[in-house]
C-alpha cells in the first residue's frame, strides 16, 4: 500500500545510545518531516526537507540529526539518547514542497514509540 | 501561553450527538486551518482544511473560522461510535512563516453507543 513507512514501530534505548529511526514513502512527495507528540504538546516539528539533499531544522532539533539522500527516504538520528526524548515519532510527507499541505494534506506514518531509559 | 490553544477533553458525547470541536489562537497572521483526525496508535489523517475565513462543509463535518475572534470549529452532526479518535487542529500562516504548521495539542472525543 502506498503512503508513509516508519521502522521500528517500538523502541527501547539505554541514555546515551544512538539509533535511527527510518521513514520511506512511495508517494514520490518532495516535503518530508519529522515530529514528535508528547502529552498536552501537539505535535512539535524536529526537522523537515523540501527535496533530496535539503533539510531544515524546525521547533526542536536539538540532539537530532536528518539527511535526505533520496525522495524517498528521510532517516532521523538521534546522537545521544536522552529520557527528554521519550516521545511518539511521526514522519509526514506532502506534495506539497512548501509543505502546508492543502488538500491533501501531510500523510503520516504510524509512529515510532520511544522509550529512553 | 500556547499559540494554539485546544481543550483536551475527553468529551463523551451519545451517538448521534452533534459534536463541537474548537481551537483559539494568537496569531493573527495565521490564514490556514486544517483539521486532523488521530485513531489510537494511527498517525494524524486531514480531515478538513479552510483558507482565511468561513465556513466549510463535507458530509457530517463542517469547519469554521473565525478570524476576528481568533477562534476555529469542527462541528460534527450525527455523530457515530467510529467518530472516536483525538481531533488535532493545526494552522499555519503561510509563505511568511515558511508554511510551518502549529498544532494543538488535541480534543480525545469518546462517542457512547
Known amino acids: 500500500n502506498a503512503g508513509v513507512t516508519q521502522t521500528p514501530k517500538f523502541q527501547v534505548l539505554k541514555t546515551g545510545q544512538s539509533m535511527t529511526l527510518q521513514c520511506a514513502q512511495d508517494?514520490?512527495?518532495?516535503?518530508m518531516s519529522w515530529y514528535r507528540q508528547d502529552p498536552g504538546m501537539g505535535l512539535r516539528l524536529i526537522h523537515y526537507?523540501?527535496?533530496?539533499?535539503?533539510?531544515d531544522q524546525g521547533e526542536v532539533p536539538n540532539g537530532y540529526n536528518v539527511s535526505r539522500s533520496t525522495t524517498e527516504d528521510f532517516p532521523l538520528r538521534l546522537l545521544s539518547a536522552a529520557p527528554s526524548q521519550t516521545s511518539v515519532y511521526f514522519c509526514?510527507?506532502?506534495?506539497?514542497?512548501?509543505?502546508?499541505?492543502?488538500?491533501?494534506?501531510?500523510?503520516f506514518g504510524s509512529g515510532t514509540r520511544l522509550t529512553v531509559v | 501561553q500556547k499559540e494554539v490553544e485546544q481543550d483536551p477533553g475527553p468529551l463523551s458525547v451519545p451517538e448521534g450527538a452533534i459534536v463541537s470541536l474548537n481551537c483559539t489562537y494568537s496569531n493573527s497572521a495565521f490564514q490556514y486551518f486544517m483539521w486532523y483526525r488521530q485513531y489510537s496508535r494511527k498517525g494524524p489523517e486531514l480531515l478538513m482544511y479552510?483558507?482565511s475565513s468561513g465556513n466549510k462543509e463535507d458530509g457530517r463535518f463542517t469547519a469554521q473560522v473565525d478570524k476576528s475572534s481568533k477562534y476555529i470549529s469542527l462541528f460534527i452532526r450525527d455523530s457515530q461510535p467510529s467518530d472516536s479518535a483525538t481531533y488535532l487542529c493545526a494552522m499555519s500562516g503561510g509563505v511568511d512563516s515558511n508554511y510551518q504548521l502549529i498544532w494543538g495539542a488535541g480534543t480525545k472525543l469518546i462517542i457512547k453507543p
Open positions: 479552510t483558507y
Open positions: 509526514a510527507s506532502s506534495n506539497y514542497p512548501t509543505g502546508w499541505g492543502g488538500d491533501y494534506g501531510y500523510t
Open positions: 508517494m514520490n512527495h518532495e516535503y
Open positions: 526537507s523540501v527535496g533530496a539533499g535539503i533539510t
